[in-house]
């Protein structure tokens, strides 16, 4: 059985991990060179000279999930 001061160091330790090895993605700060064009229903993005494209997935009274399909480079 663990006491209560060495589970909390454990738990400290967890968190403190998770917070500084938490970087932030390109996306957070608006990417670098990638832009995103609304044609319908559908996004297309573009970074450099690769494409793909999303859809919105709507379910009942929730926020819509999009599913973005892999890079292209046709």
Do not use: E, H
């Not at 690769?50 to 046709?74: A, E, G, N, V």
Request: with cysteine.
């Amino acid at each position: 059985m663990m006491n209560w001061p060495t589970a909390f160091v454990i738990a400290v330790a967890i968190c403190a991990g998770g917070f500084l090895y938490n970087k932030p993605s390109d996306a957070a700060f608006g990417g670098s060179d990638r832009y995103s064009i609304r044609i319908n229903d559908y996004w297309v993005q573009f970074d450099g000279n690769k494409q793909r494209m999303c859809l919105p997935k709507f379910q009942s009274d929730s926020f819509p999930i999009i599913k973005c399909y892999p890079w292209k480079t046709d």
